[in-house]
């Protein structure tokens, strides 16, 4: 369930593909992800993610180089101050800002985060994943999810 949104709410009617990838990945699996995110950018899918781990944010980049739409999902609160570059892609209805908290949550915890990439899977229609760490909690939280899943 979104507690807090701020942007383009249409976004959620769009196809969306989740971006999820561990915090230790592979140095041979970081340009794969980048190409990805180029090439996402390029089809103009719209792609949610939480843009957390720093590959993640890498991707979050390459996407707002773009135009293509971009939903956000945060593992805590609504953000009070957004960044400049969030506000131009918010007001450009290109930047969707959720998050599943009040804004009394103002901590990432591993509990939160899971809480949210829940949340990111449910909307998605399918799962790109960078990098799964074998027994991670990307793999616990897959397992009982019934959608395509690419991994790059």
């Known amino acids: 369930m979104i507690k807090g949104r701020l942007g383009n709410e249409a976004l959620l009617s769009k196809s969306k593909t ?3 990838c561990s ?4 140095a041979s699996v970081v340009l794969k992800c980048y190409d990805w995110a180029i090439d996402q950018r390029e089809k103009g899918n719209c792609i949610i993610s939480g ?3 720093q590959i993640e944010k890498d991707v979050f980049h390459y996407l707002l180089k773009g135009t293509q739409p971009i939903i956000l999902a945060l593992a805590r609160g609504m ?3 957004i ?3 969030l506000s131009r892609a918010i007001d450009n209805n290109r930047l969707l800002i959720i998050t599943p908290f009040s804004k009394e949550v103002t901590r990432v915890t591993e509990k939160t985060a899971m809480t ?3 949340l990111m899977i449910n909307l998605a229609d399918n799962i790109t994943l960078g990098h799964m760490s074998k ?6 939280l897959l397992e009982r999810v ?3 899943i690419s991994t790059l």
């Not at 915090?23 to 592979?26: E, S, V």
């Not at 027994?135 to 616990?140: D, F, L, S, T, Y």
């Open 51 to 53: 843009f957390h781990s």
């Open 135 to 140: 027994g991670g909690q990307i793999e616990k």
């Open 83 to 85: 960044e400049p570059v």
């Open 79 to 81: 953000k009070v101050k």
């Open 23 to 26: 915090r230790n990945i592979p």
């Open 116 to 118: 949210r990439n829940e």
């Open 146 to 148: 019934n959608k395509p």
């Open 18 to 20: 989740a971006f999820l």
